[in-house]
T-cell receptor, first 113, second 114 residues
Framework: DTEVTQTPKHLVMGMTNKKSLKCEQH?????MYWYKQKAKKPPELMFV???????INESVPSRFSPECPNSSLLNLHLHALQPEDSALYLC????????????FGPGTRLTVT | AQSVAQPEDQVNVAEGNPLTVKCTYS??????LFWYVQYPNRGLQFLLK??????LVKGSYGFEAEFNKSQTSFHLKKPSALVSDSALYFC????????????FGKGTRLHILP
């Protein structure tokens, strides 16, 4: 299984809502990532979990809260978002064994109204 | 500071012709270099990488890339383009001591004309 899955595919939420994005991989990868991607732009790194511990937070606003319940699962909890947070949110994973490439999920298209 | 430059926003190539998508990098130490492709409304797909060894790297879907240390370049190439190659291509670099961090170029949109 070489797949990273993300749910939901699409999400529309109001600025006062609380929602969560979910990411799952069963490749035994020990690093998992959240990226934000605006249209026609490269992905911007948000968070990295390495061996289930948060290792990188790229100064992301606290309205985004990551969680890694186990080595296969990654969540991104959303609260009080702004319209400018509308974007494609990508999850990725990698091995941390020296092969370095990341495997990406299809993303969640988030619209904040 | 580490950086990746893709000088072309868009590249147009006729089907069947060879294609090149350019990438230059700036990183201290030996770089780890990658190419990813993104089709509309999809996540990124890994194409190929250079870590060490042979400067010519072969990847998925007939793509290859040549690592040139003196020119700090890692151009993506394919001998014969297909219409299905039309997509957004990202070059990326990972600093040698940070295999958990990838810096992406701005992307190059490749249009293959039938």
């Amino acid at each position: 299984d070489t797949e990273v899955t993300q749910t939901p595919k699409h999400l529309v939420m109001g600025m006062t809502n609380k929602k969560s994005l979910k990411c799952e991989q069963h490749m035994g990868h020990r690093a998992m990532y959240w990226y934000k991607q605006k249209a026609k732009k490269p992905p911007e790194l948000m968070f990295v979990y390495s061996y289930e511990k948060l290792s990188i937070n790229e100064s992301v606003p606290s309205r985004f809260s990551p969680e890694c319940p186990n080595s296969s699962l990654l969540n991104l909890h959303l609260h009080a978002l702004q319209p400018e947070d509308s974007a494609l949110y990508l999850c990725a994973s990698s091995t941390r064994d020296g092969t370095y490439e990341q495997y990406f999920g299809p993303g969640t298209r988030l619209t904040v109204t | 500071a580490q950086s990746v430059a893709q000088p072309e926003d868009q590249v147009n190539v006729a089907e069947g012709n060879p294609l090149t998508v350019k990438c230059t990098y700036s990183v201290s130490g030996n770089p780890y270099l990658f190419w990813y492709v993104q089709y509309p409304n999809r996540g990124l797909q890994f194409l190929l990488k250079y870590i060490t060894g042979d400067n010519l790297v072969k990847g998925s879907y007939g793509f290859e890339a040549e690592f040139n240390k003196s020119q700090t370049s890692f151009h993506l190439k394919k001998p014969s383009a297909l219409v299905s190659d039309s997509a957004l291509y990202f070059c990326a670099v990972s600093p040698m001591n940070r295999d958990d961090k990838i810096i992406f170029g701005k992307g190059t949109r490749l249009h293959i004309l039938p």
